[in-house]
């Protein structure tokens, strides 16, 4: 192929405009499944503590006709607690990029503001999911769900952390080896939370083990058709969201903050919602406190919580699982 000689390209112009989409897409997901769907609550110090009671096991009773009584000792309850966590993001823009006028006003304390409350939520998914033990002092870490987890468990050569009564601190688990997923770890998992009480009602998982879960009940070779009216057309299903086994029925939830690391993506959760709480003594705000200096807008995002668990006994691991891949 060939130009006519002489004609002026725009590969040769200096003048043309640039041209910036005032749209920015953003693609980072949002999603924090286990923060979302646990109650919120409210704390009064950065040690909040709570007791925690069972039932005796069921035993035969049947007592001699006029006898007298014997009365049994009473066990109190156990005190637990978690240490709330400082969460932050900040930023800095100079006053003159804030009233410049720019594409997508990405860079502007409105947008920065959002992004970094988003983050923050993500933030707090991940403490939660993430394998830590909780530590005192002025750098406060919570507990995270994996710490104290120890009676509805599944471990592949790891062993259990959980709450320390003497240091009032919980201990991170230890990681086994590596295993994959399936459906008799899972009923196995969901039959101790049956047995202890629980009411465990969600599955959450990385979204790799989500693609494992889908294959429990189907030939991974064989596709199976749906007719689907909203587009007349027959549609290939490889999708479940709800497990029904022997000890009831648990909604699967796919959680990409758990996608972060292999040591995050190896376990799956089995979640009754009201065993669990975070509680927030500063709630994710904006602070307003910041002293003025130099020719620059400052702008921070804060807040103070704490995973509150409140019976570990109706919640459930299975441990030690491939997360991110069929071998990691």
């Known amino acids: 192929m060939a130009i006519v000689a002489n004609t002026f390209q725009t590969t040769s112009a200096v003048g043309n405009r640039e041209e910036l989409s005032d749209v920015v897409s953003r693609i980072t997901p949002e999603d924090t499944p286990i923060y979302s769907l646990i109650p919120k609550g409210k704390c009064v110090s950065v040690h909040p503590e709570w007791e925690t009671d069972d039932l005796a096991a069921p035993a035969a009773n049947a007592q001699l006709e006029g006898d007298e009584y014997a009365f049994s000792a009473i066990t109190p309850p156990v005190r637990m607690g978690n240490y709330t966590q400082i969460l932050r993001?900040?930023?800095?823009?100079?006053?003159?990029?804030e009233v410049v006028d720019e594409a997508g006003k990405v860079q502007k304390r409105k947008y920065q503001k959002l992004k970094n409350g988003i983050q923050i939520r993500k933030d707090t998914e991940f403490a939660i999911v993430s394998n830590s033990a909780s530590v005192a002092g002025n750098t406060r870490v919570f507990g995270s769900l994996p710490s104290w987890l120890v009676t509805n468990v599944s471990r592949n050569s790891g062993a259990n952390g959980g709450f320390n009564s003497g240091t009032g601190l919980t201990v991170a688990a230890t990681n086994?080896?590596?295993?994959?997923?399936?459906?008799?770890?899972?009923?196995?998992?969901?039959q101790a939370c049956y047995q202890s009480g629980g009411n465990v009602r969600h599955l959450v998982?990385?979204?790799?083990?989500?693609?494992?879960?889908?294959?429990?009940?189907?030939?991974?070779?064989?596709?199976?058709?749906?007719?689907?009216?909203?587009?007349?057309?027959?549609?290939?299903?490889?999708?479940?969201?709800?497990?029904?086994?022997?000890?009831?029925?648990?909604?699967?939830?796919?959680?990409?903050?758990?996608?972060?690391?292999?040591?995050?993506a190896r376990n799956a959760f089995l979640i009754d919602t009201e065993m669990l709480e975070f509680d927030w003594l500063r709630k994710i705000q904006e602070d307003k406190g910041l002293a003025k200096t130099g020719d620059a807008?400052?702008?921070?995002?804060i807040g103070e919580g704490t995973l509150k668990v409140k019976n570990e006994k109706g919640l459930g691991v299975v441990a030690d699982i491939f997360g991110l891949t069929a071998t990691t």
Not at 223 to 249: C, H, L, M, Q
């Open 176 to 190: 086994g080896t590596l295993r994959t997923f399936d459906k008799a770890l899972l009923d196995t998992v969901m």
């Open 205 to 264: 998982v990385s979204p790799y083990v989500k693609s494992v879960f889908v294959t429990f009940m189907s030939n991974a070779n064989v596709a199976s058709f749906r007719y689907a009216a909203d587009t007349g057309k027959n549609t290939i299903i490889s999708n479940a969201d709800v497990y029904e086994g022997p000890f009831g029925k648990v909604m699967v939830h796919p959680n990409r903050v758990m996608a972060a690391s292999a040591g995050v």
């Open 297 to 301: 807008d400052k702008g921070a995002i």
């Open 89 to 97: 993001k900040s930023w800095i823009i100079s006053n003159t990029q």
